[in-house]
C-alpha cells in the first residue's frame, strides 16, 4: 500500500474523533490555498523533491522568542465548531460570523506515521484581524480567539481569518486546511454511533437529573449535547473545564468509530454525507471510499492542551466581563514539540 494512501488513512480517522467538536476523517490533495502543499512521494528521487519543496515553502516557526524549522514535512488542519451567536445564513452586508466556540488542529506526521490533536482554548486572548466586508482588515485588537469567526464577509472568509489568526498565535504556523461544523450537529455525531457511553466527572443533573457525576452512562443524543457544550450552568464556568468535557466524549466517540469502520469501510463517508448541511471546509475528499478499502491506522498521540490561566476580564469592550486565557509560553513551546518535529534554529 502506498505512503500517501497511508497518511490518508491517518487523516480520515482522527478527523471523524474530533468531530465530536466539528470535523470527519479525511485527506485530501492538492490544497492550494496555504503555504504547505505535500504529496507523498513514491520515488526515493520524488521524497527528495518534494522535501526540498517543503523547506523552501515553510517559513520558520516562533516560540518564546525561539525560532524552530521542522525536521521533516509535517500537515495540520484546523476545525472550528461554531456557535449559534451569528447571523451566517445571510448574504452581503446582513452576514454575521459565529464564534468558533470549539478550535481544534489535527497535526499528521507522516516520516512518523503519527497523529495528535492541539486543543486550543476559545478564550485565549490573542491578536484578532477585524475584518471589513470587503476583505481588508484596517485594524487588529487583543481579543478572545474564538472572535475571529465574528469577522468577515461569509463563512469562507470568517473560516479564513480564523485560521489566520490561529497561524499567527502560534509563531507563523503552516496550516493545510479548516473544516468549520455547526454545534447543532454534535447529537447527530453521538445518533450515528449509537451514542457514545461515557463516565461524568461533573454533577450535571441541573440540565439532566440522570447525569451525576461518577455515573456511567450511554448518552441520549440530547445529554451529549449538554455534555458538548453546556458551560455557563456549571458550578466552574471556565472554559478549561468544557474543554475536559469534550475530551471525555471524544475519547468515548473514538472507541466507537473505530470499531464501527472495521465493519464497514464506507461508515466515514456516510457520516461526512451527514455533516455536510452543517460543514464550510476548503479541503477536498478525493477517493474517499476506494482509498478506506486498504488503509492503515497512525499511531494516535492523544489530545494535547496548552496550560495557561483564565480570569474574567473586559478585553471585548462590550461593557461586559468575560473569561480570558492567557497562555503559558513553556507549555506552549512544550505542547508544540509534542506534535511537531521541531529544530531550534542556532542563535536564534
Known amino acids: 500500500m502506498s505512503e500517501k494512501k497511508k497518511t490518508m488513512r491517518a487523516v480520515i480517522e482522527i478527523i471523524i474523533a474530533v468531530l465530536v467538536i466539528i470535523a470527519v476523517y479525511f485527506i485530501i490533495r492538492g490544497m492550494d490555498r496555504h503555504d504547505v502543499r505535500i504529496q507523498q512521494a513514491a520515488t526515493e528521487n520524488e ?21 524552530w524549522k521542522f525536521a521533516h514535512p509535517v500537515q495540520t488542519y484546523l476545525f472550528i465548531g461554531t456557535d449559534k451567536s451569528g447571523n451566517e445564513d445571510a448574504e452581503g452586508e446582513e452576514y454575521h460570523g459565529s464564534m468558533a466556540d470549539a478550535l481544534m488542529l489535527v497535526v499528521v506526521d507522516e516520516e512518523e506515521k503519527a497523529y495528535g490533536i ?17 476583505g481588508s482588515a484596517n485594524a487588529s485588537a487583543q481579543m478572545q480567539l474564538c472572535t475571529a469567526h465574528w469577522y468577515g464577509k461569509d463563512k469562507a472568509a470568517s473560516c479564513g481569518n480564523t485560521v489566520e489568526t490561529v497561524s499567527k498565535m502560534l509563531g507563523g504556523l503552516p496550516i493545510d486546511g479548516y473544516y468549520a461544523l455547526k454545534m447543532d450537529a ?13 463516565t461524568l466527572e461533573d454533577d450535571m443533573t441541573k440540565l ?31 472554559n478549561t473545564q468544557r474543554m475536559r468535557r469534550q475530551q471525555i466524549f471524544l475519547n468515548a466517540f473514538m472507541k466507537k468509530i473505530k470499531k464501527q469502520n472495521a465493519g464497514d469501510v464506507n461508515a466515514t463517508v456516510k ?32 489530545i494535547i492542551t496548552i496550560d495557561g490561566t483564565s480570569k474574567i476580564g473586559e478585553k471585548l469592550h462590550d461593557g461586559k466581563k468575560h473569561w480570558e486565557f492567557y497562555m503559558d509560553e513553556d507549555s506552549l513551546e512544550t505542547s508544540m514539540k509534542q506534535l511537531y518535529p521541531l529544530v531550534q534554529e542556532k542563535g536564534k
Open 208 to 238: 439532566d437529573p440522570a447525569m451525576k457525576k461518577g455515573a456511567t452512562l450511554t448518552l441520549t443524543d440530547r445529554q451529549a449535547e449538554l455534555l458538548m457544550q453546556s458551560r455557563y450552568a456549571m458550578d466552574d464556568d471556565r
Open 47 to 67: 521524497t527528495q523533491r518534494v522535501w526540498k519543496e517543503f523547506q523552501e515553502k515553510t517559513v520558520s516557526i516562533k516560540l518564546h522568542k525561539k525560532t
Open 271 to 302: 457520516l461526512y454525507d451527514r455533516l455536510r448541511p452543517y460543514a464550510t471546509t476548503d479541503i477536498k475528499m478525493n477517493d474517499l471510499t476506494a482509498l478506506l478499502k486498504d488503509m492503515q491506522g497512525y499511531t494516535d498521540k492523544g
Open 186 to 198: 454534535m447529537p447527530l455525531l453521538n445518533h450515528e454511533v449509537g451514542g457514545v457511553t461515557v
Open 118 to 134: 492541539l486543543q486550543l482554548n476559545r478564550d485565549t486572548i490573542t491578536e484578532v484581524p477585524m475584518l471589513l466586508q470587503d
